[in-house]
């Protein structure tokens, strides 16, 4: 017995999993075994939940995903497909019996597959060069409709004479004549536009509807299978008028488009209602401010008797489906960094079902959410706090539960930074500011601890209680982590959100530094070890920041606007930005946009700075990441440039950019930081 008691703890010492796992901190190598639910679909008849589950494979550091299939109250969950490759977007047919969705599982090409649920057959129903998008069962289950790029080559007036036989040339020069040539992710546009298809279930030919020069958003069908509902911007100045869009019908015979709504503004998202008479859809009459409430409409399916629905509710409408009855809608919204669920009655009236929706971004902690409902008002949404990532949550009209807890593998056994809200008067005009500050693992407050102020992008956006792996790398290093919601900052209505309207960057700064100022109040963060950092929009005040004080160590500005005049006339959608957040072009205003650039102010500068940009960034391109570069170099300011290879604005679009961002700013803070 003695010996057989020495074996025991002999394995216990070398081999810590026979008994437990011996805690400890995340690191940057964890985000590749950290995954997250997404698109959640619920049956028809409410009794099944189909979602994605996302992961990644680090040894080719690509995103993949698989579809998952699991009982509503939570029992036999199991996968519909496996592999290393990406199954996504499933759809449900009326019926119950059949799934399609999109995959890249043969050959790497992205095509459209259908699935038999109940021996899980599965068929490609589509070989075309692009890969379908938005999918749409019609009523009776036999055909489906999509929208897809067409291509279509790039008309050129340059003439080049015939080159000799076997004689290289270079390839011929690029002829651009459209205002919107290239997108932040796309690329340089390739000619040509997304068109309406229909194609019957047994496969073979998909049916091109339209041919119009202009996109068409993703269709749904009217409840005779010969109509289907789209949204497009058609408007002879679409160029100049980007959020100008209306809903359409379309007869499916003869193609014959009829438009539905008129007023200057966009109109999209079309849900059709039970009985097929109504339409519910998302907008908003433009009144060309910076931020403006998305609302809740329904009209007749002949674009008759439309009504707002939402007018008296201050918070975006993100998504929405009806209620059985077809008498009033479900909608998920963000307020005050929370995530919800809800249901709306046809006169506006609000009843919450549940919160903790949200969870989709891995890598910072912005509100994002997705849910589905079945026809007997059931629920399938993505769930996710402070804690984890998005799992699956379901719920009807009276409860709600967790379903999923795909990472509590990883994080049984590592110890994360704990997230406390905190609000704070800002010192400009005293109104209430949220935050959220993270803490080591094994925090002691009698300690005082390095800082960083995390800052998020938009600006019209808004972060909240979800996980974030980036800050929790940073707090597993030591920080405590404080990241916020300024002045500009969505899900607190609309007042709030144009605080900043015509006026960014300004007052958001007093927000940001009051925030410091009141975390500086507990006692924990040592003043000398102050850092700051953001992306984006949060880049823009980063590089503000250090124009305005010099309170802070070092700071990292990641993927920022320097230069207001360079960056309106050059960043993808050009004809938006001066629209909408100057109201004058640069030429009209030039000393607006100076007094609003941080460049003007670098003179200011003596706080270290790094700068990180995506090389592939076309949303906030990499020069201006380089004129504030050479800027701070002409100023002897201590500066670095990081520049992320393959990567746009959402530099994450590989698993080892999120860590090489993270790693970059850690580096330079650690550079800087003062040991106690």
């Given amino acids: 017995m003695k010996r057989l008691r020495i074996t025991l703890l002999l394995l216990v010492a070398i081999n810590p999993l026979v008994f437990g796992q011996v805690q400890s901190n995340l690191e940057l190598l964890d985000i590749f075994n950290m995954e997250y639910v997404s698109d959640p679909q619920i049956s028809p008849d409410g009794s099944k939940i189909i979602y994605v589950r996302n992961f990644k494979d680090v040894m080719t550091d690509r995103n993949l995903s698989n579809l998952w299939i699991i009982n509503f109250d939570g029992s036999n969950n199991r996968p519909l497909t496996t592999g290393n490759h990406n199954d996504f977007a499933p759809r449900w047919s009326h019926d119950g019996k059949k799934i399609v969705f999109k995959s890249n599982m043969a050959d790497d090409k992205m095509k459209l597959y259908l699935m038999w649920l109940d021996t899980k057959e599965t068929m490609a129903l589509t070989n075309t060069p692009q890969s379908p998008g938005s999918v749409s069962w019609s009523h009776d289950d036999k055909h489906l409709a999509f929208n897809?790029?067409?291509?279509?080559?790039?008309?050129?007036?340059?003439?080049?004479?015939?080159?000799?036989?076997?004689?290289?040339?270079?390839?011929?020069?690029?002829?651009i004549d459209k205002m919107n040539y290239r997108g932040d992710g796309a690329g340089y546009y390739k000619g040509g536009n997304s068109q309406l298809f229909t194609l019957p279930i047994s496969g073979g030919t998909p049916k091109q509807l339209t041919f119009s020069e202009f996109d068409h958003g993703?269709?749904?069908?009217?409840?005779?299978?010969?109509?289907?509902?789209?949204?497009?911007?058609?408007?002879?100045?679409?160029?100049?008028?980007?959020?100008?869009?209306?809903?359409?019908?379309?007869?499916?015979?003869?193609?014959?488009?009829?438009p539905l709504t008129d007023r200057y503004g966009p109109d999209g998202n079309p849900v059709l209602s039970p009985d097929g008479s109504k339409i519910a859809y998302l907008g908003y009459d433009d009144r060309l401010q910076g931020y403006q409430v998305t609302r809740l409409y329904v009209m007749n399916t002949d674009g008759s008797d439309s009504q707002l629905i939402s007018g008296d509710f201050d918070r975006d409408v993100e998504d929405m489906a009806w209620n059985s009855k077809g008498n009033g809608l479900y909608l998920i919204y963000t307020d005050k960094g929370m995530g919800k669920l809800s249901s709306i009655s046809l006169s506006g009236k609000v009843d919450e079902i549940t919160d903790g929706l949200g969870g989709l971004s891995l890598g910072r902690p912005y509100n994002a959410a997705s849910f589905s409902a079945s026809e007997n008002n059931k629920f399938a949404y993505t769930l996710g706090d402070t804690s984890h990532p998005s799992d699956l949550g379901a719920a009807d009209t009276k409860s709600s539960n967790r379903l999923t807890a795909v990472n509590d593998d990883l994080f049984s056994f590592k110890k994360l930074g704990k997230v406390e809200?905190?609000?704070?008067?800002?010192?400009?005009?005293?109104?209430?500011?949220?935050?959220?500050?993270?803490?080591?693992?094994?925090?002691?407050?009698?300690?005082?601890?390095?800082?960083?102020?995390?800052?998020?992008?938009g600006p019209f956006t808004s972060?909240?209680?979800?996980?974030?792996?980036?800050?929790?790398?940073?707090?597993?290093?030591?920080?405590?982590?404080?990241?916020?919601?300024?002045?500009?900052?969505t899900s607190y209505g609309e007042e709030f959100g144009n605080l900043i309207h015509h006026d960014y960057p300004n007052h958001d700064y007093e927000d940001l530094m009051s925030g410091v100022d009141a975390l500086l109040e507990k006692g924990y963060v040592d003043e000398e070890n102050l850092f700051v950092t953001g992306g984006s929009g949060g880049g823009v005040l980063t590089a503000w920041i250090v124009g305005k004080t010099d309170r802070f160590k070092a700071a990292v500005v990641a993927k920022p606007v320097i230069n207001w005049t360079s960056f309106v006339l050059y960043a993808d959608g050009v004809q938006f930005f001066s629209k909408y957040w100057f109201g004058k072009k640069p030429w009209e205003d030039p000393e607006n946009y100076m007094r609003r650039s941080p460049l003007t102010y670098v003179g200011n500068v003596t706080t270290p700075t790094m700068l990180l940009t995506g090389e592939e960034d076309y949303r906030t391109p990499i020069a201006e990441s380089e004129q504030f570069y050479a800027a701070l170099k002409l100023e002897n300011v201590e500066t670095a440039m990081v520049r992320i290879p393959g990567a746009g604005h959402g530099i994450a679009n590989k698993p080892s950019n999120l860590i090489a961002k993270i790693a970059a700013v850690l580096a330079w803070f650690d550079k800087y930081k003062e040991d106690e």
Avoid: C
């Fill in 218 to 258: 993703g269709p749904i069908w009217a409840k005779d299978n010969s109509h289907l509902y789209f949204s497009a911007n058609f408007h002879k100045d679409e160029e100049f008028e980007p959020a100008d869009s209306e809903i359409y019908s379309i007869n499916i015979t003869d193609g014959e488009i009829t």
């Fill in 463 to 489: 972060y909240g209680a979800v996980y974030s792996a980036e800050i929790q790398a940073y707090a597993a290093e030591g920080y405590v982590v404080l990241y916020t919601n300024p002045r500009g900052s």
């Fill in 421 to 457: 809200e905190m609000w704070w008067e800002s010192s400009y005009d005293q109104r209430r500011i949220q935050g959220w500050v993270v803490t080591p693992p094994d925090f002691d407050p009698s300690k005082k601890y390095p800082m960083i102020l995390e800052i998020h992008g």
């Fill in 148 to 175: 897809m790029f067409v291509p279509e080559t790039n008309k050129s007036i340059i003439k080049m004479p015939g080159k000799p036989e076997g004689a290289k040339w270079n390839d011929p020069p690029k002829y």
